[in-house]
């Protein structure tokens, strides 16, 4: 049986085509407009299609009839939600942007008003996504095309960090806080529903050069050659770094013989022995004492380590700075997981776009006519 998604009713008017072209070819020289224009080129949405309308319809009751407005295109509401990711918006805020912006309307093919989905729209499509694990199928289905095409190097160094993902505070008592911590969160506030979906039971408490984060923490599996992310982690803020060494590792990683960059908080006997059996070789940066400091030869390995471990600083600079993601607007392990793979799937595509342009600047320009 096909299935048959909204389409808009309405007609252009006789200048409508002529003026809102005229506008984007002005704007298309631009280079952001021309990464969201060019999505499909690093990430062909179609070609996800089964899953991502499987995931939509295993929580969505099938209709009885025909009667009715039909729902938004499930691969239109992934596209809409990945934009929105990309500029880093609330989706309130994205979706006024979407009514009023002609950009964002043709980047998201939308010709007519009634065509933009409301903030509970994109909401609800969201929490489709985010309970069937879409998009850690899809990151992860992309991470191994990448390997199977060539982009990322057969033999090229891994780097491991993470990042903190702060989440709105809690105000719980010490009895709340001692049974969240106890793992009994989910017998709190059973009585008042509606306070209990607004707390995050997952969410922990760390602290990190005298600065205090509350949330959760993104570990990150990059590669060093094209910083591309190839894997990805996602735990409370209290879960330390040096203990999602192996969960970050793929196929691609075990036994391959790679080189593995750390920073000195994976310092430890352990860690390197896991490493080791992984089949991989740690270069992992090392950490003074009291009364033990780092001799010459030390220091000097820490410089030259650095000098590639710190590529993934780079990583977290473009998450924070160009799409302003490290605050969730969520609650629960679940969401923040959703949403953190989601921000590196985004991330993944945008240096798609800037290694393409960057093979491309290095061709031979054809010479030009006398």
Not at 46 to 56: C, G, K, L, M, N
């Amino acid at each position: 049986m096909a299935i048959f998604y909204r389409k808009s009713n309405a007609q252009p008017s006789l200048f409508f085509n002529q003026r809102t072209d005229g506008f984007l070819r002005r704007l298309r020289s631009k280079k952001d407009l021309e990464e969201y224009l060019g999505i499909d080129e690093v990430f062909d949405f179609e070609s996800f299609r089964p899953q991502i309308e499987a995931a939509v319809a295993m929580q969505v009751k099938p209709k009885k009839s025909k009667r009715g407005r039909p729902s938004f295109d499930p691969v239109f509401m992934a596209k809409a939600l990945w934009l929105m990711h990309r500029l880093g918006q609330p989706m309130t805020k994205f979706s006024d942007n979407l009514l009023k912006d002609a950009v964002l309307q043709s980047v998201s093919d939308i010709t007519f008003p009634d065509e933009v989905p409301s903030y509970q729209t994109l909401w609800q499509y969201n929490e489709y996504f985010a309970k069937s694990d879409l998009f850690q199928t899809l990151f992860d289905q992309q991470v191994e095309l990448l390997h199977e095409l060539g982009v990322v190097p057969r033999k090229s160094a891994r780097i491991v960090d993470s990042t903190f993902y702060d989440v709105p505070k809690q105000r719980n008592t010490r009895t709340e806080n001692a049974l969240i911590k106890a793992g009994k969160g989910q017998t709190l506030w059973n009585d008042n529903p509606h306070k209990q979906c607004h707390k995050d039971i997952d969410a922990r408490w760390a602290k990190k050069h005298d600065v205090t984060h509350y949330g959760y923490k993104g570990h990150v599996n990059a590669d060093s050659a094209t910083k591309l992310i190839v894997g990805c982690n996602v735990t409370s803020a209290s879960v330390h770094d040096s203990q999602v060494i192996v969960p970050l590792l793929s196929g691609y990683d075990i036994g391959s013989g790679r080189i593995l960059f750390a920073d000195a908080g994976y310092v430890g006997a352990k860690q390197s022995a896991q490493i080791f059996a992984a089949g991989m070789i740690p270069m992992i940066c090392q950490k003074a004492f009291v009364g033990r400091p780092l001799t010459a030869e030390q220091e000097e390995d820490n410089h030259r380590f650095s000098k590639i471990r710190s590529r993934i600083e780079h990583i977290f600079g473009f998450l924070e700075g160009s799409m302003g993601h490290m605050k969730l607007r969520c609650i629960g392990l679940r969401r923040a997981t959703h949403e953190i793979f989601f921000d590196m799937l985004v991330y993944n595509c945008a240096r798609l776009r800037q290694l393409i342009r960057a093979s491309q600047a290095k061709l031979p320009q054809p010479a030009a006519a006398n």
